[in-house]
Nanobody
Framework: QVQLAESGGGLVQAGGSLRLSCAASGRTVRFYTMGWFRQAPGKEREFVAGDNWNSGATRYADSVKGRFTISRDSGKNSVYLQMNSLKPEDTAVYYC???????????????WGQGTQVTVSS
């Protein structure tokens, strides 16, 4: 079992930056695909970014390409999402997820965190 805990959310003005963290426990996620998702009020949860350290695969939603960056610290068993040039439409609850795979899909993740709220004011 993998437990995931997100942190780093908050309130930021449009154009600002935030860095989300996801700490994994239970087992190492070094070879897992790790993903970030978000869910805005009244909308379905959507894929934001993901990567697999073992295969080197990385994937981003078109809406965040060039603004968000996913990264890892294998020593800390953690994954991060650096979010720059934030827009009001980025407001959502952000979730970290893990999947034992080599690819980076947009669905089908096994383990999920509880989420952290990101609010971008205009």
């Amino acid at each position: 079992q993998v437990q995931l805990a997100e942190s780093g959310g908050g309130l930021v003005q449009a154009g600002g930056s935030l860095r989300l963290s996801c700490a994994a426990s239970g087992r190492t996620v070094r070879f897992y695909t790790m993903g970030w998702f978000r869910q805005a009020p009244g909308k379905e949860r959507e894929f934001v970014a993901g990567d697999n350290w073992n295969s080197g695969a990385t994937r981003y939603a078109d809406s965040v390409k060039g603004r968000f960056t996913i990264s890892r610290d294998s020593g800390k068993n953690s994954v991060y999402l650096q979010m720059n040039s934030l827009k009001p439409e980025d407001t959502a609850v952000y979730y970290c997820a893990a999947l034992n795979a080599l690819v980076v899909p947009t669905t089908g993740y096994t383990y999920w965190g509880q989420g952290t709220q990101v609010t971008v004011s205009s």
